[in-house]
């Protein structure tokens, strides 16, 4: 069974770093689609940034783009989305996802909370 474990989060000033890890068992990812999402109090879920475990071009949100980036390391089966020049709207609960074609698997978060 797929499971995705998110770790990393934290307590940070605005304008630290953290880099938050997904880690994935249960599986063969090779040709998984893999993406970060938050969800902050009171708002709903949004997406934050994607890539392939097998390459290929990444995306974000036009709100972490520049600040955020999304990696893997295959040999550890592990996803990190690596987030600088952290801002008070970035606090969230932040979570892994992927799946072959769609969302289909979903960490349990990780809170991340940005001080002014």
């Known amino acids: 069974q797929v499971q995705l474990v998110e770790s990393g989060g934290g307590l940070v000033q605005a304008g630290g770093s953290l880099r938050l890890s997904c880690a994935a068992s249960?599986?063969?990812?090779?040709?998984?689609?893999m993406g970060w999402f938050r969800q902050a109090p009171g708002k709903e879920r949004e997406f934050v940034a994607r890539?392939?475990?097998?390459?290929?071009?990444?995306y974000y949100a036009d709100s972490v783009k520049g600040r955020f980036t999304i990696s893997r390391d295959n040999a550890k089966n592990t996803v990190y989305l690596q987030m600088n020049s952290l801002k008070p709207e970035d606090t969230a609960v932040y979570y892994c996802a992927g799946g072959p074609a769609a969302y289909n698997y979903w960490g349990q978060g990780t809170q991340v909370t940005v001080s002014s």
């Open positions: 249960g599986g063969t990812f090779s040709n998984y689609v």
């Open positions: 890539s392939r475990w097998s390459g290929g071009p990444t």
